[in-house]
């Protein structure tokens, strides 16, 4: 807002009352915005929740005897077993943490393979341009203009079913969206006055790309993340009900796949369970994501 | 209706009449610093037929004034208090419904950036159409022999070929002319004009204001013209006022105020534009005048000394040796078309070009947008690759360095830009900033000494230390220009260009600059080359001066000569656009 910067040469305590603190950087100023955010807040308290179950169980401390037997088979949920028990009587709410840690597995692992790769690409390809530009964005047609799920399944039968095929059809598959988007701000922020002044005091190129220009275009990167995470948690339990996923552990698509059947008897448990699992992460990672995007945009400031 | 038209033109004729009445107008923001007063129990009157001049610097609530008037506040703002009376109605009371038939019909708004007021998808023609038949519920064809009776009206030169042309086909000046079209297509009563020439080059300028002033008479509406330059306005306004900090500081007659200014802000801002007659050795500015809290300050007679500064400087010219030697310098840009983007054609941005700079003098280099003076800058610096001639920087010739070679050259020769939002990055502190010439250039120098000559630099730019932890986004934009030239400065520079350094900075704090950069100049033993589309500033600043147009330098001259004596009708030109305040005064006592 043009009126608060209402303020002459040399007089830049008096006019405006700073009651901010001042010397915060946008990082902070973002992170400060977030932190006030009431629905932000509730969003990665369930966000932390999510990364808590998934370490105790990979941990072992938790979901451990997923596997035994505990009752009959389809008994209902009651007090012991709030989401009842599967046709071999082991606790659904087990089994739903431990497709919690799958699915959050999944999420992480897909984010670290496919941001790295997306930012690399990206930058490289906006800020030297010419032919490796021309490769680049060529190449991000072509994977693009394969329909996805297809992509999914024949890395999936390359490499054969399991959590390791999930996790790399995912990563390898999902940077395109990201390398373009950073490609284009890359783009614009190599020929702002800030980098060529970086060029009139001789800095080389590593300084200009990683000192100057990454740091500005990384909001990008954090908004991208949240977004790819969600995205990769929905294609494992789209690819584990398509019996492609996860073999030997119990996972939310497979979860999924198994009531088909039981419905028909009226066996809701199951799916109630891991579509409400599902459907908290999904829910708060996309607020979150949106929330994102308005606390770090450097161009939405100051419009609340 | 007959009788309608000529009731009109009677009122319109009798002189003296209010048709806007602005009564302890205040506005608020709220923001989440908490509230801000914006405008501050404004009162004033438009009357009928008159041109009113609002002025101040930017922040002083002028824009959200006339914002105000069109009810068109962000939803943060709101009008707090006051009355705006208009044909026996209260504006802040009447209901959105009855605002939106008065906008655009009774009052209309011109704003200052016309490249991004136009649809760039449709037609200039089919835009004014359209809001010809909104408001006059006239059909497609007589609603086009009106759009092309307006194109006429407004002097754009071909009006039936233009009226079919898209925005990205036609001058910026052409197409403010479409937005005054369109916003005196429906006769309005109130012509708002938010800085409509701030974006446009000086020839262009004089051209829209005169336009401007002889629409307001030949339509007999009023006009409510903001702006930071009271320069601009000098020729226009019937009458004006001057805010200050959100609050009317004075008010008269136009030529009143510009003979006997009363308040000690309106003194700064008359004395603080640079003048093509006159050449103080530094500018008043403001602070001059006034104090931080407001109160009258008696100036200080040494500031008033008017010097030849130029003259005096000839003599030294003469003695001191050439830091730089331009020789027949070319750079074309290729111009590739075809499916194989193949090289057509060149243009010809800086066209064989030759100078010579001597040390500690100040070089100056004017001309429109486009002329090829940034590029030219640029090209000395070697951030463009020149196509041809020589660069000779103190007796060497730089033309054919690599990148490496031309490392040491980077500390003796650094650039201002013109955008001080842009040129600073955004997630850097001021420190960091600072510090970046040195880590490149001078790597093993020890952080103590690091921090020993940023800090005294900051506060030869006129900054404090405590600064150096904030972030760009947190500064003014003359402070952020100051953090640049503290930039360019860190290296210990023989050779500065600045490139239009203060055109985006309002006229107050312009003249702060340019005092900096002549202080500068003196302790460091500076050369610069000012770019500049200001013939004003340049005048006040340099010692020689080059008109560039077209690629091509057309008069070289010392800058006395140059403004006495003209001899190319392109400087005549650009010299006869800079508006001139009329009676210029001396406010030597308070």
Redesign the interface.
Known sequence: ????????????S???????E??????QDAWHRLAKNKLALACMIVFSFYIVVSLLVAFGILGATWSTTVGESYAAPDWNHWFGLDIFGRDVLMKALVGTQVAMSVGLVTVMISVPIGLLLGGISGYFGGVVDEIIVWFCSIISSIPSIMLLITVTFILGRGIFAIYLALGLTSWVGLCRMIRGEVLKHKN???V?????????HR?KLFT?IL??VFHIVIIDASLTFQMAIKSEVILSYLGLGVQDLPSWGKMIDDSKLELARGVWWQLGAATLFMFLILLSLNFLGDLLRDALD?KL??Q? | MMNDIIDRTNAKMNKGETVFEIKNLTVEFNTSDGMFKAVDNLSFVIPRGKTVGLVGESGSGKSVTSLALMRLLTRNGHITSGEIHYQGKDLVKISEEEMRSLRGSKISMIFQEPMTSLNPVLTVGDQLIESIQLHLKLNKKDAFEKALALFKQVKIPQPEVKIHSFPHELSGGQKQRVMIAMAIACDPELLICDEPTTALDVTIQQEILDLIKSLQVSLGMSVLFITHDLGVISNVADHLLVMYRSKLVEEGNAQEVFKNPKHPYTRGLLSCRPKLDANPNRLLTVSDYMSEDGTALKVDPARLVEVDRQGSRVEKIKESEDILVIRNLKTYFPIRTGFFKTVRNHFKAVDDVSFTIKKGTSFGLVGESGCGKTTLGRTILKLVEPSGGDIIFKGQHITGLTKAEMRPFRKKMQIIFQDPYSSLDPRMSVEKILSEPLEINSPEMSRSEKNHIISTLIEKVGLRKNHLKRYPHEFSGGQRQRICIARALTLNPELLICDESVSALDVSVQAQVLNLLLDLQEEFKLTYVFISHDLSVVNFMADTVAVMNEGKIVELESAKNIYQNPKHHYTQKLINAVPKITNYPVFALN
Do not use: C, F
């Open positions: 807002m043009a009126v608060i910067s209402a303020e002459t040469e040399n007089s830049s008096k006019k405006v009352q700073i009651t901010k001042i010397g915060r950087s946008l990082w702002r006055d800030y060529l002044a970086i060029d009139a005091l001789g800095g080389s300084r100057h740091p500005n450097p400031r100051g609340e």
